[in-house]
Antibody
Framework: QVQLVQSGSELKKPGASVKVSCKTSGYTFTTYPMNWVRQAPGQGLEWMGRINTNTGNPTYAQGFTGRFVFSLDTSVSTAYLQISSLKAEDTAVYYC??????WGQGTLVTVSS | DVVMTQSPLSLPVTLGQPASISCKSSQSLVHSDGNTYLNWFQQRPGQSPRRLIYKVSNRDSGVPDRFSGSGSGTDFTLKISRVEAEDVGVYYCMQGTHWPFTFGPGTKVDI
């Protein structure tokens, strides 16, 4: 069955960077685009953007340009989200989503001094 | 961006009774390919979201038939025919027609 397993929770200081991984199994990695969704504590869902798993071409939603980078390692069927210059307001659970259907378990990124 | 609104934002329900959630979009969700990419997700407490309905009215595999979706254009509805205890959570509509995809604010369903 399709599985998306994300890396564990992260605690970072403001200004640092973080890289979240999303390892997939149970399907051909290049079949679906990989999307990223953010959920701030107690808040709703926010679509961050997606990456074409065939071409590696990322597309970012407004508000997620500059500090946010989507990348792939197709050799290990894994997608990555890197966030640089972290701010307190980046504190959230980040989900990888294959197509619109298959969700990872989420990675909590906490930014605090 | 397409703005998705939902009502109500909080929905107290009674076990065994029906429930309904409305979702409206700021522009038509009919894609140029003729499909309407309106999805419904359920997020139970402490869990990742799970898609229930795609393209307005199609249930995903394993979704109980007490869940149904309807609507067209800019107005959509998710109905639960008889609420069960496991239906507690937050329900989101999401449009996948226009980039960027956007979610509604969520409707919290509790007993």
């Amino acid at each position: 069955q399709v599985q998306l397993v994300q890396s564990g929770s992260e605690l970072k200081k403001p200004g640092a960077s973080v890289k979240v991984s999303c390892k997939t199994s149970g399907y051909t990695f290049t079949t679906y685009p990989m999307n990223w969704v953010r959920q701030a504590p107690g808040q709703g869902l926010e679509w961050m953007g997606r990456i074409n798993t065939n071409t590696g071409n990322p597309t970012y939603a407004q508000g997620f340009t500059g500090r946010f980078v989507f990348s792939l390692d197709t050799s290990v069927s894994t997608a990555y989200l890197q966030i640089s210059s972290l701010k307190a307001e980046d504190t959230a659970v980040y989900y990888c989503v294959a197509s619109v259907v298959y969700w990872g378990q989420g990675t909590l990124v906490t930014v605090s001094s | 961006d397409v703005v998705m609104t939902q009502s109500p934002l909080s929905l107290p329900v009674t076990l065994g009774q029906p429930a309904s959630i409305s979702c409206k979009s700021s522009q038509s969700l009919v894609h140029s390919d003729g499909n309407t990419y309106l999805n419904w997700f359920q997020q139970r407490p402490g869990q990742s979201p799970r898609r229930l309905i795609y393209k307005v009215s199609n249930r995903d595999s394993g979704v109980p038939d007490r869940f149904s979706g309807s609507g067209s254009g800019t107005d959509f509805t998710l109905k639960i025919s008889r609420v069960e205890a496991e239906d507690v959570g937050v329900y989101y509509c999401m449009q996948g027609t226009h980039w960027p995809f956007t979610f509604g604010p969520g409707t919290k369903v509790d007993i």
